[in-house]
């Protein structure tokens, strides 16, 4: 599958702990971006990260998110101290490029439900 | 700030064309997407237009107006797989920052 890889597909988390979401970018793209979307609302951009680098992480709440893309492996959204407000789906998506007309590819999204 | 119009929700008949139309106001304005996605599945892309006119891909077309900010998705010989989310994104600055309207939910009846 050269698609845009994400796992797990559904997680469940009890308040105060950790969730961890990877991303796989399609073969050839190095630029990744992280989504979320809750419920009834559209998808909110969080961050844009090429590899070792965030280059855009304007989305990102202040605390306790954060997001790698190292050289080797896949981009990770890290949740620490989860709430319940931070149940979503959690959308990856890639480029080739980070401009111009390239098109930005969606991974299937992880379902983060926090109980 | 950024903001993105599009109905809630549409119902049309199968085999017929129905038109999603998308307004914004943006600064910085780079091109507008429209994706569409299915309960529980990833966002597909269907179309990308950057320049003023009406893009053609098959069943779906896409039409921008810069000057009026606005958008629309046109649908044709309408399917029933065709029932989902269409969702209109439009990007800013040189990045690939794109900021989503809620979606339009789009029901194709028999």
């Known amino acids: 599958n050269a698609g845009v890889m994400q796992n797990p597909r559904h997680l469940v988390r009890r308040r105060g702990q950790e969730a961890r979401l990877r991303c796989s970018p399609m073969?050839?793209?190095?630029?990744v971006y992280w989504y979320r979307q809750l419920p009834e609302e559209g998808l909110k951009f969080m961050v844009y990260?090429?590899?070792?680098?965030?280059?855009?992480e304007s989305g990102m709440p202040k605390e306790r998110f954060s997001a790698e893309f190292p050289t080797e492996g896949p981009s990770i959204l890290r949740i620490q101290q989860v709430v319940r407000g931070d149940s979503a789906a959690y959308f990856c998506?890639?480029?080739?490029?980070?401009?111009?007309?390239?098109?930005?590819?969606f991974g299937e999204g992880s379902w983060l439900t926090v109980v | 700030g950024q903001n993105i119009d599009q109905p809630t929700e549409m119902t049309a008949t199968e085999g017929a064309i129905v038109q999603i139309n998308c307004t914004y106001q943006t600064s910085g304005f780079n091109g507008l997407f429209w994706y569409q996605q299915h309960a529980g599945e990833a966002p597909t892309f269907l179309s990308y237009?950057?320049?003023?006119g009406l893009e053609e891909k098959g069943r779906f077309s896409s039409f921008l107006s810069r000057s009026k900010g606005y958008s629309y998705l046109l649908l044709k010989e309408l399917q029933m797989k065709d029932s989902a989310s269409y969702l209109c994104a439009v990007r800013t600055g040189g990045g690939n920052k794109l900021t989503f309207g809620t979606g339009t939910q789009l029901k194709v009846e028999l």
């Open positions: 073969k050839g793209h190095s630029h």
């Open positions: 990260l090429q590899k070792e680098n965030i280059i855009d």
């Open positions: 998506a890639s480029s080739m490029q980070g401009g111009g007309g390239n098109t930005i590819y």
């Open positions: 237009n950057v320049l003023d």
